[in-house]
Structure formats: structure tokens, C-alpha cells
């Protein structure tokens, strides 16, 4: 059985999503938070806490088991209460719900997208270092809405799980240490460029809601059903949709690979020494029907439920 938790943040600054777009020096970002994103956060986060010194193994069975049994959704920025979520309309491309509020996206570059510029210094000059020079992009909503989905029936052999959970409560044994999940994710940092003090998100503990199955996501006309994470009726990808298997018949929006830096378990070098097999997807905002149910895989990535 799953439980949903709805999650808002305060972002305390901006935040940089990089995904490989560059536009001359300056590295774009992703306008939402995917769910690897929130899961590596809350992985860094739960195991630096439980752990004394650095032991990979302990860092791995954490964040697999997050990854299985704590699945996170895309965060959006919130406006006014309501989500920003990319959207293809009939007016174009824009972020929010059609009836609801809803903007453009130059609107949405205008009032959330800022950047940083940066060069490295010549030690003997002290001018600019030549072909240093560098900008990168970053959002600075409010606040950032998603969800947590939690699986209470499976427990594998970890030296992870759960010792306790209830309504507002999430609590893990991790290397026997009783770790308090919300009061631990409190204060996390997301993205790209930490090292300038970007990324600080602070969980709004007191608006942390508990969701009834089914929970309707967003306000969208996508609804889950938190015993197996199936949509029956999907039109509005609220994460990215891998293809493979989807057979959708409708289709409007855009087409890009995921790929990433994940832990090669082969040679025991640690996190991002290994590339992960990409995945073929619909981005975020896309509509689209299919001929099968889509589930909420790893990662809050989408694809087609068999």
C-alpha cells in the first residue's frame, strides 16, 4: 500500500537545474525540479545523518531504497496557489492550467528566471582568465509544490527501513539510527553550482498534507491511484513519460533523452562514475492518450503500465 504526502518548499535561493542546454556561455536550466533530483538531495541528506565517516555501501542501500520505496514527483513552482507545471495550449506553450492561472513562458522567464556570470581570475594578471567567462541560469520561484509516495508493504533486505510512519510522520532505521524524515529534509540543497550557495530549499513542515487515495494531482484531470501509482486517464504529462511500451496515439509537446550519472557498482568507485542507459521521453507539459495506463516508475519518471 502507498501513502501520498504533499510537500511545498521555500526556496531560501535560486536554484540551478542543468541538463547539458547551452545557449552561447550560458547553461540553461530546467524551469521544475525532477524527482532524481529531489531523491539525490534527500539521499545525500538522510545518509549523511545516519552515517559516521563516509561507508559507500551504507550511501548505495540508501539511496536505493529511497529510490524504490520513496518515490518523489516533479516540484513546480507555485503562484498565487497555483502550480506551475509546463503546459502546450491552444495560445502556445505556457506554465499553469488552461482554466486556472496560466502564463506564458516569456511571462514565466520575466518574473522566475534570473542568471549568474562568472570568470576564473589570472593569478599573474589578475584580469579574467581567457575563455573563462561563464553564465548560467537559475530559478527563483517562492515556492516549489510536489509529492512524496511512500510504499509501507515492501521491506527488502537493506540496511534500510522503516520504523515507523503515521499521518505527518515518516521515521527510517538506517544503520540502526531512527531517523526522522521530514525534521531531517528540513533544510536540503538542490542542483547545480552548491558551491556559490545555490539550491537551499526549507520544508514548510506545517503544510505538509497527508493525500487520500486516489489523490488528484496538481488539479490536473490526472488521477492516481496510490495502490499500484496508475493513471487510467492520462493527458497532461506532469513528469517526463518514457515511450518505450507507451503506444500512445496522441501526441503534442516535445521528445528528449534522460540520461545521467549514477553509481558504478561494478568497480566500487562511488556516485556518478557510471552513465545510465538513457530513456526515449515526452517532457513535461506534453499531451498526450495512450492505449495503456501510465505508472509512476523510479525516480517519478512515467511509463506505460503493462
Avoid at 145 to 159: H, I, M
Wanted: hydrophobic share 35%; with cysteine; proline share 4%.
Amino acid at each position: 500500500m502507498w501513502k501520498c504526502y504533499e510537500l511545498e518548499f521555500k526556496v531560501k535561493t535560486p536554484i540551478h537545474i542543468g541538463y547539458g542546454s547551452k545557449l552561447g556561455i550560458i547553461n540553461r536550466t530546467r524551469y521544475y525540479i525532477p524527482g532524481k533530483t529531489m531523491w539525490g538531495a534527500v539521499t545525500a541528506t538522510l545518509a549523511r545523518e545516519a552515517m559516521e565517516g563516509y561507508e559507500p555501501k551504507l550511501y548505495e542501500d540508501v539511496g536505493e531504497f529511497v529510490r524504490e520505496h520513496m518515490i518523489f514527483s516533479y516540484f513546480y513552482p507555485l503562484k498565487d496557489e497555483s502550480v506551475l507545471y509546463p503546459n502546450y495550449t491552444d495560445n502556445g506553450f505556457g506554465f499553469g492550467e488552461n482554466n486556472e492561472y496560466f502564463i506564458s513562458k516569456e511571462e514565466f522567464e520575466r518574473d522566475f528566471v534570473t542568471s549568474y556570470i562568472s570568470t576564473a581570475v589570472d593569478k599573474s594578471s589578475k584580469t579574467a582568465e581567457e575563455s573563462s567567462l561563464h553564465e548560467f541560469e537559475l530559478i527563483l520561484p517562492d515556492n516549489l509544490l510536489g509529492y512524496l509516495f511512500v510504499d509501507l508493504d515492501k521491506n527488502e533486505d537493506y540496511d534500510v527501513s522503516f520504523a515507523e510512519i503515521g499521518e505527518k510522520k515518516i521515521t527510517l532505521r538506517i544503520n540502526n539510527n531512527p531517523i526522522k524524515v521530514f525534521d531531517s529534509i528540513e533544510s536540503i540543497q538542490i542542483g547545480g553550482e552548491r558551491n556559490y550557495g545555490f539550491g537551499q530549499l526549507e520544508l514548510q513542515k506545517k503544510k505538509i498534507r497527508e493525500k487520500n487515495n486516489p489523490v488528484n494531482l496538481y488539479d490536473s484531470e490526472v488521477s492516481v491511484d496510490l495502490n499500484n501509482l496508475t493513471s487510467e486517464t492520462t493527458n497532461i504529462a506532469l513528469a517526463h513519460v518514457d515511450i518505450k511500451n507507451l503506444n500512445f496515439e496522441n501526441f503534442r509537446g516535445d521528445i528528449e533523452p534522460i540520461v545521467g550519472r549514477e553509481w558504478d557498482k561494478s568497480s566500487n568507485k562511488g556516485a556518478g562514475q557510471c552513465i545510465s542507459d538513457p530513456k526515449i521521453c515526452l517532457s513535461p507539459g506534453s499531451k498526450f492518450s495512450s492505449k495503456y495506463g501510465v505508472k509512476i516508475g523510479c525516480y517519478g519518471i512515467w511509463e506505460a503500465d503493462l
